[in-house]
């Protein structure tokens, strides 16, 4: 359990170090799981959008465009919105991955 702690909290300093001061204080254990979290979701949202550009399923793109557009306003964005938050998750979650792969 230890060694979990210190694992969170290395790739918590690194991700940190990283990220523009104004985003600095609002990374917590609470935070990364966030990160963690809307990251897979952006995935799943992403891999909707890869699955109808290769299977091209009749009226997949306004299946797909009114799923973002609920999933969305759920969270109280624009489809905009959410895609940057999208971009973010990931650059983030993809920072935290790097600093957990290079630790002993």
């Known amino acids: 359990m230890q060694i979990a702690k210190k694992l969170i909290v290395t790739c918590a300093v690194a991700l940190v170090l990283s990220m523009p001061a104004s985003a600095q204080g609002d990374l917590s254990p609470q935070g990364i799981l966030a990160i963690g979290?809307?990251?897979?979701?952006?995935?799943?949202l992403d891999s909707m959008i890869?699955?109808?550009?290769s299977t091209r399923m009749n009226d997949g793109e306004a299946f797909v465009l009114r799923f973002w557009e609920v999933e969305a306003a759920r969270l109280g964005m624009s489809v905009q919105q959410l895609s940057d938050k999208c971009n973010q998750s990931?650059?983030?979650y993809d920072k935290l991955w790097s600093a957990a792969e290079s630790m002993p």
Do not use: R
């Open 90 to 92: 990931v650059s983030a």
């Open 37 to 44: 979290k809307m990251a897979g979701a952006c995935g799943i």
């Open 50 to 53: 890869q699955f109808q550009k």
